[in-house]
Structures are given as C-alpha cells and as structure tokens.
C-alpha cells in the first residue's frame, strides 16, 4: 500500500471577488522510498498541495474535497492536535528561500533542537544536543557550528540546516517546495545531492515541488506535471521526459536551454497562465495549445492511461 | 584628474620637453611625463595589437589632441591598418610593467575603410571595485591595514557592436558590480572604462548624462524596477522625457529638444509594440500591479530599449521569471539587439542560457575573470577547472543521466580576504604548489579564448 494516497484533492481561497480554484481534483500516490516530484508554473496550486498535505493553508484556504490518506489515516478528518502528531514526526517540509525561513534571533542548533523538544517531549537536553549535533553531521554541518545564529551561515548551509531541521523528528515524508531554487548551481547541486543521499540511506520518501523541470529530473522518480490547479500528466519520470504527451508538458520540456547539444533559439509556450477565478471551460490549456479542437473547449479530458503507468489529460490521446 | 582628452587639447606639441627635463614638476603634470598613449589596435583580421604611441610629436597624433575611436589608422612599422579603440594616459610605471606591450612607433590617419570591423562599444581596462569595510573604533586607532572588499579585481574585457557578451559566475563573483561599474553606476577603484572610445571612468555625473542615452539596463526583478505609482506609459516615457530628443540642425550639429506630447505618445506606442504588448492602449494606462511578471519584464525591455541605445546591461533579466516565459523575453531581447545594432551585457548564473543566446561567455570568480572565449568553446570545451565544475553542476532536464559526476565542495570563499595566488586554489581539484604562490595571468590558449589557470601556461 502506498504511504500517501491523495484522491480528488480540490483547494480554494476565498477571496472577495469568489474563489480562487487553486487546486482541483488532484490524485497521486507516494510509495514507501519513492520520490514524487510536481512541476508547474508559478500559481499551478504546486506549493498549495503541499500546504494542504501539512495543513498549513494561509486564512481564506479551504480544502473544499477529497481525502489525504497518510499511512491509512485521513488527514483531512483528523483534529488539529492530532494532525499535529503528524506534522514534522510523519510528514515535514524544507521550504522555500533559505535566507528568510530561519528566526534569526535563536542560534540554529536551538531552532533544530525546538523541532525534537515539542514533538518528543520526554527526551532530555543532552539527548537534545547529542540528537541536533549527529542531523548537523548527516547533512555536511560541522556540529560545533550548531551555536551560531543564521547569520553566520552561507545560503548553502542554511539550505542545510533546514533539511536538517526537517529531519529532526524522524519522519517518513519529506516534502521539498523549490529546495534549490535560490541557491547557486554549485551549491544547488551539493544539496540535491544531499538528498538523493538521504533517501537512500534514511529510506525517505519525498515529494519535490519545483518549477525547475531538470531539478525534478535530477531527484525524482515520478513526475506529475501541474497547469492551473490539475495535473495534465502523471507517470513514472523516465518516460515522461523521454516521451511527454501533453502538450504543455512538451512545451516546458522544451522551453529548457540544454547546456548540452547545438545553439538554438529557445522555443516558449505563448500566452499566459489562466486567472483562477474564472478558469477557462473544459480543458484549462486549451486557450495556449497548439493543438487545440472543438472538443476541448467543450469536455474536460480526464487523467487516462496512455502507455504503462503514464497518464495524461488530453483529448489528443 | 580631468579626462585625457581635455589635457591634451591643451598642450601644445611643440613646446613640451623631452620627458626627462619635466620630471619632478609636480603632480599635476605626472600623467604627461611620459608623453606616451596606450593605443590598442585591431586590425582587419581582427588580430589585436597593443603598444604604446607617442602621442605628441608632430604627424603621430592626427587631430593633434586624442586619438579618435573608429577613424581608420595606420601604424606605420607594423604596416597594419584598423581601428584604435583603446586610448588613455600612461604615467611612468604602467610604461615600465608593460615592457611586453608594443612600441609603436608612429601612427597615422588613413582613409575609412569601410571594410575593417568597428570598434568595439565598450572597452574594460584593469578595473578594480573595491568596498571600503566599515571598521570600530578601536581597529581604525590600533590596525593600519586597510580592509577592503575586492568585489572586482583587474577585469579586462571589451564587448563589440551586436554583440551579446555574456558574465558568469556563482553570486558573490562581481558580475552585478562590476556591470554597474561599466554602466558608471558606480566609479571604479582603478582601471579604465571606455565608451564609445571614450574613458568614462572619471567622469562625473553632469558628463556622463548625454552618454546615459546610449546605455540602458533592465534589472532583474520586474517587481521592484517598476514605479508602482507610475502607470506603464510615464514608465517609459520618463527616459525620453529626461534626455529628449536629438535633433542635427542646419550646421550638422546635434541638438536637443524636449518632446511634445504626441510625439511621445507615439514613440511609447511604438515602443510598447515592438515588446509585443498589443494594442498598446490596453497597457499604456495601466499600473504595474495590473501585469504579469512577464508582461512587466517587457516593460522594462521597452524601457530600456526606448532611447535606441548602443549598449544595454541585462542583470539577470528573466531569472524571477517562469521558465515558459523566460524564452519568450529572451528572444525578444536578441531580436531588439539585432534590429538597433546595440550591445548586450547579459549578467547571469544559467550558462545553459548563456550558451544559446551569447556571443561570448566570461567566467568570473571572485572578482577575477578566469575564462573568456566564444560561448561554445567556454560551454563545450571548458578549459579552468572552475568553469568545468560550473558546467557539470548545472542540472540536465533527462532522468537517467543521474548526476554521477564529482561536485566540488565548499563555498565561494569571503571577497575580504581571498585567496593567495589563484583564488580558486582552495577548491581546485588540480592545485598544486604553484596555485598557492602565484596568480595565474589570463592567457590566450586557443585562438580567442582565454584562460587564468597553471595546468595551461
């Protein structure tokens, strides 16, 4: 069994002018030990998933259906104390922008420290230490450092630290939102090396959320590729970039420079992404297709499968 | 000091000694004691010669005050005709540290020959930035050395017309200050810029004015290079506005004028077009917030491209952008370049971009520029273990190419203190002794590209 099954997850934010439909009918499974990685554009609903996984949506957000099951349980019927027991202990998250997700007025072992204290209560102050200086060490961090503040960290250790906070209490789901977005190639390229690493080795499972098709590319096993608040395509990785159906899938495949091969001029997807408060009827692609027919603006195309454990939804197929 | 040009109107050939009578006159005369001009050459093969010329002896110095950039020369000894696109005072000790540089001579004035390529727009000379670091009391009273941030430390390039000449490197290697240094944002610590054959590194800012018509910049983030107060049409009006327009009258001189409204109507109309923002009624009026970040990047491209500049610097113009978009304002920047003739200084971290749209690629690390060449032989063929490492850390869009490739560890060290000798040493995979000790000089290894490393000299 999977150790999270999400079915026909839909969230919206209510805002004044109606709401707005940032997430609609989305599934997708993660194995035990898989790495599930979702792309889109920015204002796809890639980072509101992960809200709505933890729980954590800003006031006006609403999980309006659907069910989030995580090791059998469904987390949406859960109460906030419980769900509490499942944050950073079950699932946890490394956010975005490392510069700005510390408090930089506690020294970082404490803020890695706070995790395990709140969600381990029993466990003592020098089993505090011994546990934040052994996470410093798994991610590259002399543990001597852990008594300085952020400040005193370069963008890249403080990307660790993070991780490091995330795997303070041992949890079986860790979810990256843009874990590599602000950083520089060469550290970029360290800490998703860090993470493969700790997949392996800690049997994590992950889910990565990036807007960076080749980071996804470098980390994950699956893909599910995010426009406007659904999934268009979702399948194993290897196949969806060797071989994407979706028309918008084919389009930010190739909306990527390849450091490799000839000098070209770099092809684009026209047109915008959709207002999601009156989203475009039926397919919500259909307004930037290139092959756009009849029935698309008619018929919502549903998730189907193509080849083996390759869905996509599009009426091409 | 006072631009070369200006100091060599007014001296009269005939009357200054030889070099040696003067010695000793005082400071004011000490950039002339030489008498000597640093002239770079390229020729028609596009080889480049450098050397240096004796600017005031009567027949060497045609106008009998600068050499012009873009008149066609002759150096006489050489027998090479081109274009001089370097030209500024050497005092004493330059003279003597560049006993590899060419004497030239003489050189004269020839007829224009269309044939041999135009100089390049911009010209970067041994420029240094260096930061001041703010000190306590008591280090100020207690230490005398002075500490200082070497953001940029002897960089020398020069970009050609239509060229798009891409920077490099990890944050924190100089490329945002050292393309504010070359636009004269900021004045430089030491070094030379020159525009348009002109040595802007000491003017001020009443000079630099009529020359910001010719260089424009389009900053990184839409969101915070857009007056939120402003709607779209004064955004790219306020440029035309502020330097008018340059009319030639009857004598052939340039003048300028203020604009009438309707013609700036029409010029921001145009403008707002040529970004692809049509019709232009529907987003003249509107305030920035009312735009997408794409929409508001080309706004800031209209902008920048509005006074028909010669030279444009593009800080990671569409690094806040998403991917799907990043192409399109791309694209459009190259085809704005192709069609006005103008320069780029494309600043970025993406070498996969750089690579598709640039002409030339530098590699900058810590404020030293560590490869220059042609942006396929810097992106296919790597030659400074630096440049490699930053090419195999760039992700590839294709899962079964898994990273197996060795990252190199560490950090971009502190720019306070930087390294001994190469400034890569303390993460090279090939350091050896010599890294250590020594500064590894820029040299040419294949024909047009350049590297600073030990393994090649």
New interface residues.
Partial sequence: MALLEVKNLTTHYRILRGWVRAVENVSFNVAQGEALGIAG??GSGKSTIALSLLRILPAGGLIRRGSILFEGKDLISLSESEMRQIRWKGISIVFQGAMNAMNPVYRVGDQIGEAIRIHEPGVGNADVNERVAKLLETVGIEPGRANNYPHEF????RQRALIAMALAANPTLLIGDEPGTAL???????T??LLRDLKDRLGLSMIMIS?????I??T??KVAIMYAGKIVEYGD??SI??NPLHPYTQ???K??????GE????????G??PDLLNPPPACRFNPRCPYVMDVCKRTEPVLQEQDKGHFVACHLY | MESPVKSQTNAEPEKIPPAEAREGQGKKRKSKKSGLKYVQFETADGSLLEGLVQANSKGQNPNGRDLVFDKCYRIKDVGKIGRVWAVRDTDANENESSNSLQQFAQIEEVEDDPAIPKGPVVAVDNVKKWYPLKRGFFETVFSRDEMNVKAVDEVSFHIKRGEIFALAGESGSGKTTLGKVVLRLQAPTGGHILFLGRDISRLDDRGLKPLRRQMQVVFQDPFESLDPRMIIKEIIAEPLRVQGVLETDKDGRERRRRIGEQELEERVKKSLSEVELVPPEEFMYRFPHEMSGGQRQRVAVARAFVLNPSFVVADEPVSMLDVSIRAEIINLMVDLVRKYDASILFISHDLALAKHISDRIAILYLGKMMELGSAEAVVDLPLHPYTQALISAVPVPDPESKRTKDVISGEIPSPVDPPSGCRFHTRCPYTHERCVNEQPPLVEVEKQHYVACHLYS
């Fill in positions: 554009e920015s370069s963008g890249g250790m520089d190639v060469i550290v970029q390229a360290q998703l090396r807007h960076d098709l080749s980071i590319a470098e994950c096993n990785a290897v970039f060797k389009g930010l495949i909306a990527f420079p390849s450091i490799h000098r070209v001029r770099l092809s684009s997807i026209p915008q992404p």
